[in-house]
């Protein structure tokens, strides 16, 4: 039986190795997901932290994050690496 994540489910058994590839597809964050997830831990870390105002929340770009956001992207951000996800793209702290 194979179902999707909007369901809220997080994978599916196979019984053949030639249906992993479409299980991993189907359960792996898009990979433009996964790294605005890795981007959002490495800015949350950065402004959370002394060097970047100790903040509790603030923008990333159009986009507030907060603990709420950290704790949905480390989902998504566990979900990419299990499958073997390579970031595109990384956070820059801004100068100051």
Same mark, same amino acid.
């Given at each position: ?6 369901l ?31 981007l ?8 959370? @932290? /002394?060097? $970047?105002? %100790?903040? +509790? ?9 907060? =603990? *709420? ?7 998504? @951000? /566990?979900? $990419?690496? %299990?499958? +073997? ?9 801004? =100068? *100051?």
């Amino acid at each position: 039986m194979c179902t999707h994540p909007a369901l809220r489910l997080d994978g599916t058994w196979v019984l053949h190795p030639d249906q992993v590839a479409a299980a991993n597809e189907v359960f792996s964050p898009r990979q433009e997901d996964y790294d605005h997830a890795e981007l959002i831990l490495d800015a949350y870390d950065y402004y959370t @932290s /002394a060097a $970047g105002g %100790a903040r +509790g929340a603030v923008m990333l770009g159009d986009e507030m994050i907060d =603990e *709420a956001s950290r704790k949905m992207a480390l989902v998504i @951000s /566990a979900k $990419g690496r %299990a499958a +073997g996800m390579a970031r595109s793209s990384t956070f820059t702290p801004p =100068e *100051a």
